[in-house]
């Protein structure tokens, strides 16, 4: 009787389990018949991922395979700490949904800048300008690079020829997707070499930093990369490291001296221009081939000195010297800034509508006005 009533209990039991799962298959059917989890799938997913213990690791695995598929793009920079190279990379470093990653080439991976990108994120990678096989390594594997001359470490246009050309060599031999070449105009087309009124400089030149710059256009353009050309402007942060600081006058008054009379200077901040070339690297592919202009201000000396005195606390007058006095100063390109000044002067309509201030603002819109750079940069600025 014992065993009689242990099968009952059996049987009972397998009765009930069918049971069960009707009473589950009720609760997940709609009305129209369709299981709910189609209809409700997203909600159902945490569901099956807490009762499911093998859901969650797939879904993780999953993710972790995509992660692997799409790394990065890398964009390198040369000159990276330098100005315009520096503020590309601090751009990309500091925005954490760039998507790409910073590949930082210096002369000197040791030195205390390299150092600091390579703190905030940056792959900091060994490369000069003019050694074309350094390039090409620091270049493999790269989605965009921004390319950049150094005319002021050494003054000679051939050899910032040469770097020109050993950055578009190395892009288009790596394959490199997007370059952007700060670049500027060729002086020549404004006043021929012929035309005395500003004298020509090493036989070749009139501005020859603008003219060679303008030369290494045609090498990117030649080997066919893929090549954005950003036409750059005075840097504002002259101001403090070029030697144009406001001194003292006779009377102590404080003074800026340029050889540019009453015109307007386009003008921008240096770590502006590498924002602006961010902008232009997330637009991507609608930029390629295109001249691009920026500033940030286009400004005469009397106003240039008005923001500077506001900026310091204290009067700061401006002193239109003449080109040719300019010239003659005696410091190391006085020539060269005398030309190039001059020319800005004497065609400031041409310079200002090849830098358009919105379409800066447009790839950058933290971009700073004058006022702005002078009241930040007021404690770096010498006055002596």
């Known amino acids: 009787m014992a065993a009689k009533k242990r099968k009952t209990a059996r049987k009972t039991t397998r009765k009930r389990k069918p049971t069960a799962t009707k009473r589950r298959s009720a609760k997940t059917t709609t009305k129209r018949g369709v299981p709910a989890k189609k209809k409700r799938g997203a909600a159902t997913t945490p569901r099956r991922a807490l009762t499911k213990g093998k859901s969650a690791p797939k879904a993780k695995t999953t993710r972790a395979s995509s992660a692997r598929r799409a790394p990065k793009r890398i964009i390198a920079i040369m000159g990276a700490t330098g100005s ?191 924002k602006c070339a961010y902008g232009i690297f997330k637009r991507g592919a609608p930029y390629i081939g295109r001249r691009v202009g920026i500033a940030g201000g286009h400004l005469t000396g009397a106003e240039m000195a008005a923001s500077l005195g506001k900026a310091l606390g204290r009067p700061v007058r401006y002193v239109a010297v003449p080109p040719d006095v300019y010239r003659h100063l005696g410091f190391p390109g006085a020539d060269e800034l005398g030309n190039m000044f001059q020319i800005d002067a004497e065609f400031q309509d041409r310079f200002m509508a090849a830098r358009d201030i919105r379409e800066a603002r447009a790839l950058n819109p933290a971009l700073q006005t004058f006022d702005d750079w002078a009241k930040a940069h007021r404690k770096e600025m010498p006055t002596s």
């Not at 930082?104 to 096989?133: H, K, M, Q, Y």
């Not at 060729?186 to 021929?192: H, L």
Request: hydrophobic share 45%.
């Open 84 to 274: 315009q190279g520096g503020g590309l990379a601090r751009a990309i470093l500091s925005d954490s949904s760039s998507g790409v990653t910073v590949r930082a080439i210096t002369r000197n991976p040791d030195a205390p800048a390299a150092r600091e990108l390579a703190r905030l994120g940056a792959e900091v990678v060994a490369g000069n300008a003019e050694d074309r096989s350094s390039l090409e390594r620091a270049f493999a594997g790269a989605y965009g690079a921004y390319c950049v001359t150094f005319f002021w470490a050494h003054m000679s246009p051939e050899r910032e020829k040469a770097e020109a050309m050993a950055q578009a060599q190395a892009a288009k031999r790596a394959g490199v997707e997007h370059a952007v070449w700060s670049t500027l105009e060729d002086t020549r087309q404004f006043v021929p070499l012929g035309d005395t009124r500003i004298p020509t400089l090493m036989g070749h030149y009139k501005v020859p930093h603008f003219d060679a710059k303008a030369e290494a256009d045609a090498y990117f353009a030649t080997l066919g990369v893929p090549t954005t050309y950003l036409v750059t402007s005075f840097y504002w942060d002259n101001f403090i490291h070029f030697g144009m600081n406001p001194k003292p006058g006779a009377d102590g008054v404080l003074e800026i001296a340029l050889p540019i009379g009453t015109a307007k200077l386009s003008g921008i901040a240096a770590e502006d221009i590498g």
